[in-house]
C-alpha cells in the first residue's frame, strides 16, 4: 500500500498558474503509474493526466493537454501537475491515485484502475 498526499491547491485568477503536488510515501515510487482527476461539484470524477512510472510516457484530457503538464521526481517520490492559463471550468477538487505497475511504461486514464488515492486538494479559479 501506498499513501498519497496532494498540496498546492488554493485560490488563482483566471489566466492564473497552480502546481500541484502528490507525494507517495512508498520507495521505490517509479514501480507506480499515477493519475490525476478532478471532481466539480454535483460532477463525476474526471480524468485529467496521467505519467507512467519512469515518466517516459504520459496522456491529458484534451482540454488541459496544451496547458497542463505532468511531471515526476522519483527520488523526492512525487508527481506534480503543473497548471497553466487556468480557466473557471477549472474549478474542481484535484485528486492523485496510484497503481503498481509490472512495466514503468504503464499508465491508465480510468478510476478503477487505480487502487491508491489521495484526500484531494481544492482548486478554484475565478473569473
Known amino acids: 500500500q501506498v499513501q498519497l498526499l496532494e498540496s498546492g491547491g488554493g485560490l488563482v485568477q483566471a489566466g492564473g498558474s497552480l502546481r500541484l503536488a502528490c507525494a507517495a510515501s512508498r520507495r521505490p515510487f517509479s514501480t507506480y503509474a499515477v493519475g490525476w482527476f478532478r471532481q466539480a461539484p454535483g460532477k463525476e470524477r474526471k480524468f485529467v493526466a496521467t505519467?507512467?512510472?519512469?515518466?517516459?510516457?504520459?496522456h491529458y484530457l484534451d482540454s488541459v493537454k496544451d496547458r497542463f503538464t505532468i511531471s515526476r521526481d522519483n527520488a523526492r517520490n512525487t508527481v506534480y501537475l503543473q497548471m497553466n492559463t487556468l480557466k473557471p471550468e477549472d474549478t474542481a477538487v484535484y485528486y492523485c491515485?496510484?497503481?503498481?505497475?509490472?512495466?514503468?511504461?504503464?499508465?491508465?486514464?480510468?478510476?478503477?484502475?487505480?487502487?491508491?488515492w489521495g484526500q484531494g486538494t481544492q482548486v478554484t479559479v475565478s473569473s
Open positions: 491515485a496510484a497503481r503498481r505497475t509490472l512495466s514503468s511504461d504503464t499508465y491508465y486514464t480510468t478510476s478503477p484502475s487505480y487502487d491508491e
Open positions: 505519467i507512467s512510472g519512469s515518466g517516459g510516457r504520459t
